[in-house]
């Protein structure tokens, strides 16, 4: 018999010069690099298009983004960084390995900041998403800006976004990105780091529900500081140089995705001496209220349930923050619709062909039902 012996717990042998991965990481890899099917993306867009265009005064531009595992939520994100410039940062705690993989500086900056008070936490939060705005600008001036082709307009924009998405993707592979992306937020964690020690905290203001962190400017001029809306809106203009103002300009859509993935691990509560308990993701989402004002909408994407929900979204009167109290500011609501079954085939109204409930729970179909990713 010339018939190959399969043994447990033994790898297949793989043709010389191949490498062998499990079946599950392999078809993780080989899903996610492959074509997008359905309308997803499109939707995702246009759903976070129809919240910034809604009444009221929003406390910040974010939302959650929930829905069951496996359903295609990072992978709508991902597409649509092809149109839209999306930074994306993967936080949540893995066990092993994952994909896509886990950004470790930021995860141990966001999870496991040694500062754990309410106050210092907001401040190394400010000096990350500083650092985070300025990198991302640095790499466009340096690295994506001088291969870009189109001259003006969205097609540019739409230009820098792919070349900068398939940096961050470039050698991702199973439980590890590539060097780009590892070296993009080893730098955001050394200025954030630089800018934790080195910076002051300026007085509340009025509209600010937190007080904002004040970093000095990199001209050396000592009257000169910057906060985390400086360097938002200087790496926006940077982006969209066809746009004149982009504060007085009304927008209609994000120009900007900040995209944080597996966000529940942020809601853990923290107490300040056993008294104040607060959450990360409350000290995150205050900060993005720092640039509401800027066309830059953060997404926080996190399995569905009763326990990752509701501190996304809690209801009027039990957010900690009593500026969203009803009548003072509002919040986007999130975003729980994904399609599903987009690669089955369609049950027809009328057919030559009709279908048997042999062929409607046969393999094949039950195999197409669902969403790859």
Known sequence: MNNPIIRAEKKPVANPGTQYLPPDIGAAEKAWNAEYVGTAAKVLFETMGRRMRSWGQPYAHFAAFTQSSGTGKSRAVDELAKEVFCIPVRVGVTAGHAYPPQDLDCANWLLQHVHVSQDSFQKAVQAWLYATFHEARTV??????????????????????????DEMNKDMKYGEHGEFRKRFYGDVKKRAECIFETCNVLPLRNRCPTREVAVQAEDG?????????????????????????????????????????????????????????????????????????????TLFVSTVGKVELEPFAPLLGQSSSSRLAPWVFTTHAPIVAMPLDVLAERFPLSSEDPWTLGRAASTHHMAHLGRPL
């Open 140 to 165: 466009l001036q340096e690295t994506i800006l001088p291969r870009v082709r189109s001259p003006f307009g969205p097609d540019r924009v739409k230009e820098i976004a792919r070349m900068f998405k």
């Open 221 to 297: 001029a000592s009257d000169h500081i910057e906060t985390v809306y400086d360097a938002a809106k200087a790496f926006v203009e940077l982006l969209y140089t066809h746009v004149d103002d982009v504060e007085g300009f009304k927008f209609q859509e994000p120009l900007v995705i900040l995209c944080f993935d597996e966000a529940h691990e942020l809601t853990t509560s923290e107490t300040d001496r056993g008294i104040y308990i607060w959450t990360r993701f409350e000290e995150l989402r205050r900060a993005c209220s720092i640039f509401v004002g800027l066309p830059i909408f």
